[in-house]
Structure formats: structure tokens, C-alpha cells
């Protein structure tokens, strides 16, 4: 007999006067999962989240946690426990002190909480630190205490909602490891809200994209990167070039014209059912620069940046120089320098074909 996801979402709208925040959104969280929803700011994910926690109520639509209507349960009655941006520490309370804050409004005895609070500061690489002053701390380790008190109460799914987003790039990365490595050991269900596409991809198991209100896409981080489902997913989820053009001969195999480039043309070995106009999303490691006369087209690199482990360069077809390419290049033994002129070739695993 199958399982009910941990948490849904049904069909969920939540209207704040004229303005419609989420959009009929169907979402299912399962047990154990490291669920990420993802999107620009202003796009409704963290009323989804708020919806989930109790404290916004769907205008349509309902809210279930492991099968059952929660929609109308508060907040302190659900099996939740949130992670802010703004970790909101309470400064006049030591490390041992805001973590049990919980427990002891739960009516958890003394002793127990000692030894909770000891073992979650041991989870989160902290031992010890029971009477040290949160404000102390460094950023990264005020983000523990934060992780160990919203965990210590053994809630069903902890919400995030970009608690990462003030750290440095380093501290982030770092973090981003620290939190994988907690939610296995914890073996807990984890739904965050961020606009970052890096911490998405790293973290989760699955992942949704959202956009105005609407949920554009959900999979796992590479059926996402692989295969978007919308030009706006494609731009999202990683770097893209976005190209216009024109599909034909899609029986024999696609032939496609892409515009602004003097006309050269690209053909597919599989046929694709899209004919007529069309978006190309191609990924920047899916395009070949070369010194000789072999691809698509001549083009001149008019910039290029060295990003440590690879070059990234900038593009131009020498026969229209408004129409520009990105292109990632890795482990490349030739380097091109500005001016220089290429042939620009396209791997079509890295391409897809939208209407």
C-alpha cells in the first residue's frame, strides 16, 4: 500500500487583496527528502512555505500533511519547525539557553533537555558550547545554533527560508555541506525556499521552479539542467544561451536556421517534433571553439574571462556582430584572446528545442 506524501499541496492559491501570490500550486513533499523550491524573488515561493507552516492561510486549496487537512491548524499545532533568513537568536539567552527555548515551553524536563541540547550541538559541530553568548559567534556558527534549535524538537519537515543568503560565498559553500550532511544524519524531511540555483542544485534531491505564482517545473537537479521544460527554467537553472531560429525538414531529422547569425544552420540527428519558429537553449559547454573552418560558423571572441578552472568566452558571428554567444570552454589547450577569430560549433546534448 502506498505511503501519503509527508506534505502536499493541492491546488493551493493565497490572494492578498488584488494581488495573487501563488496561483493554483500543486507540490508533494515526501519523507526524507531535501526539497527546494526555487525562484526569482517575488514569485510566491516563500507564501508556499508559510502556507505549509501555518502562518498564511490558502485563499483556495488545501494543505495536507501526511494525508490529513491541515489548512486550518495553527502553526504551534503542526509538526514544523522554521529556519529564517533573519535567525532571530535571542541575544539575552546563551547557546544552551535558545536552543531548549522550545523544549521547555513543551514541557520537556531538565534533564532531557541537557541532553538534547548537548547531543544537537554535537550535530552541528559545536560541543561545548552550551553557555557561550550567541552574539559571539561567527555568522556560520550562528547559523548551527539556529539548525540545532529548530531540529531539536524533532519536527516532521523543517522549513528554510533562504537562511544562507547573508553569508559569504566561502562560508555559504561550506554551509551548503554542513546541511546535507546534517539532514542524512537526521534523516529529516528539509523544504527550502531560495532564490540561489547553486544551493538548490547542491542540496536537494528534488527541486521545483517557480515563477509568478505557478510552478514551472519539478524534478531532481539534473532531469532539470538536462531537460527544461520552458525557456524560462533553461535560463534559470544554470547558464544558457537563448536563441531564436526556425525548424524545418523535422521528419528527416530537424534542420534549424538560427536567426541573426547570417543564416547558418544546425542539424539534429533525432527528429524533434517542434516545426516553425523556436527557442534553442544551448548550454555554454555545449559549444566548440576551434581555430579552423570546421563548425557552424566564423565568429570573433570579443571578451573572455578566465574563471580559474575554465575560460569563459564572448562571441560574435563575424557576419552579424549583434548577435552574441556565450561559451564555456574547459580544460581547452588553445587559449583564444580577444579578436582572435573561431569556428563555432554546437553539441546537441546540450540543446533544447522549444515552440
Known amino acids: 500500500m502506498a505511503t501519503s506524501p509527508l506534505v502536499e499541496l493541492n491546488s493551493v492559491r493565497k490572494e492578498f487583496d488584488s494581488l495573487v501570490a501563488v496561483d493554483g500550486v500543486d507540490l508533494q513533499i515526501q519523507s526524507g527528502e531535501f526539497f527546494s523550491l526555487l525562484g526569482p524573488s517575488g514569485c510566491g515561493k516563500t507564501t508556499c512555505l508559510r502556507m505549509i507552516s501555518g502562518f498564511e492561510r490558502p485563499t483556495e486549496g488545501e494543505v495536507l500533511f501526511e494525508g490529513t487537512d491541515v489548512t486550518d491548524v495553527p502553526p504551534n499545532r503542526r509538526d514544523t519547525n522554521m529556519v529564517f533568513q533573519h535567525l532571530s537568536l535571542f541575544p539575552h539567552m546563551t547557546v544552551g539557553e535558545n536552543i531548549q527555548y522550545g523544549l521547555k515551553k513543551s514541557g520537556v524536563p531538565d534533564e532531557e533537555c541537557a541532553e538534547r541540547v548537548s547531543t544537537y550541538l554535537d550535530l552541528v559541530d559545536l560541543p561545548g558550547a552550551e553557555d557561550r553568548d550567541p552574539t559571539a559567534l561567527s555568522g556560520g556558527q550562528q547559523q548551527r545554533v539556529a539548525l540545532a534549535r529548530s ?3 524533532k519536527p516532521s519537515v523543517l522549513l528554510l527560508d533562504e537562511p544562507l543568503s547573508g553569508l559569504d560565498r566561502k562560508l555559504r559553500q561550506h554551509m551548503q555541506i554542513e546541511l546535507a550532511k546534517i539532514q542524512r544524519e537526521v534523516e529529516g524531511s528539509f523544504f527550502y525556499v531560495t532564490h540561489d540555483q547553486e544551493v538548490a542544485m547542491t542540496l536537494s534531491d528534488r527541486l521545483a521552479i517557480m ?3 505557478e510552478i514551472e517545473q519539478v524534478g531532481t537537479p539534473e532531469d532539470v539542467y538536462h531537460n527544461p521544460a520552458s525557456p524560462f527554467v533553461a535560463d534559470f537553472i544554470g547558464d544558457t544561451n537563448l536563441l531564436a531560429g526556425e525548424a524545418t525538414d523535422v521528419a528527416e531529422g530537424t534542420r534549424i536556421e538560427l536567426e541573426g547569425a547570417g543564416g547558418p ?3 539534429t540527428t533525432t527528429r524533434s517534433d517542434v516545426e516553425g519558429d523556436v527557442t534553442l537553449s544551448v548550454r555554454p559547454e555545449s559549444v566548440r571553439l576551434d581555430a579552423g573552418e570546421t ?9 573572455r574571462f578566465f574563471q580559474g578552472d575554465h575560460v569563459e568566452y564572448m562571441v560574435s558571428p563575424t557576419t552579424d556582430p549583434n548577435f552574441e554567444l556565450d561559451v564555456t570552454a574547459y580544460d581547452t589547450e588553445e587559449t583564444y584572446e580577444e579578436g582572435k577569430t573561431v569556428s ?3 553539441d546537441e546534448s546540450g540543446v533544447t528545442i522549444f515552440e
Open 151 to 153: 531540529l531539536v524538537n
Open 265 to 267: 544552420v544546425w542539424t
Open 344 to 346: 563555432v560549433s554546437i
Open 295 to 303: 563548425g557552424l560558423f566564423e565568429a570573433e571572441v570579443v571578451d
Open 211 to 213: 515563477r509568478e505564482g
